[in-house]
T-cell receptor, first 110, second 114 residues
Framework: DAKTTQPTSMDCAEGRAANLPCNHS???????VYWYRQIHSQGPQYIIH???NNETNEMASLIITEDRKSSTLILPHATLRDTAVYYC???????????FGAGTRLTVKP | GAGVSQSPSNKVTEKGKDVELRCDPI?????LYWYRQSLGQGLEFLIY????????KSGLPSDRFSAERTGGSVSTLTIQRTQQEDSAVYLC????????????FGSGTRLTVV
């Protein structure tokens, strides 16, 4: 039970912003939202995480709604190398139990 | 080590043979997951180890699959009497409770059963 729902696939034009949505309507107050991505058949890699405030790092931005029931991962200027499967997961910070769902397959097109 | 190490990176085996896949987690990480990923599919949870607690084996697809974790460190996933449908990439990940990045994944073992 991954506790999140994401669209199966999305396309994005190279150079444009990619906005990947995630619904986590049953999120608890102490659960963080994590995003990972998996390029081809490599192991998933951490991108970003947040609790309730919006977060930004060198890879992406994370926008969490005020009610925390959904979030959006933003890749500001998508490149062909951003083509990957993106996973949204919720996790209690001090708990190791994280279960991955099917994720969103993002295809960046030239 | 600096990352999660899995071996072998590739394994080709004949149907009916047993195989062992190894995962060496990041030193000090108390939690360890095994996932399986078939071609073009998502991550399929297999088993979860957390410290000295009994592992969560709910994802193991059949009794041909087993895993152990010795001394809270290295883990071995064993598949007995392999079948062609076992062909997949087997991924291992480890974490500690204090790790704000969640899990770190290894590069996986690509198993091909012929």
């Amino acid at each position: 039970d991954a506790k999140t729902t994401q669209p199966t696939s999305m396309d994005c034009a190279e150079g444009r912003a990619a906005n990947l949505p995630c619904n986590h309507s049953t999120i608890s107050g102490n659960e963080y939202v994590y995003w990972y991505r998996q390029i081809h058949s490599q192991g998933p890699q951490y991108i970003i995480h947040g609790l309730k405030n919006n977060e930004t790092n060198e890879m992406a931005s994370l926008i969490i709604t005020e009610d925390r029931k959904s979030s959006t991962l933003i890749l500001p200027h998508a490149t062909l190398r951003d083509t990957a499967v993106y996973y949204c997961i919720v996790r209690v910070y001090n708990n190791n139990d994280m279960r991955f769902g099917a994720g969103t397959r993002l295809t960046v097109k030239p | 080590g600096a990352g999660v190490s899995q071996s072998p990176s590739n394994k080709v085996t004949e149907k009916g043979k047993d195989v062992e896949l190894r995962c060496d987690p990041i030193s000090g990480h108390t939690a360890l997951y095994w996932y399986r990923q078939s071609l073009g599919q998502g991550l399929e949870f297999l088993i979860y180890f957390q410290g000295n607690s009994a592992p969560d084996k709910s994802g193991l697809p059949s009794d041909r699959f087993s895993a152990e974790r010795t001394g809270g460190s290295v883990s071995t996933l064993t598949i007995q009497r392999t079948q062609q449908e076992d062909s997949a990439v087997y991924l291992c990940a480890s974490s500690s409770r204090q790790s704000k990045y969640g899990y770190t994944f290894g590069s996986g073992t690509r198993l091909t059963v012929v």
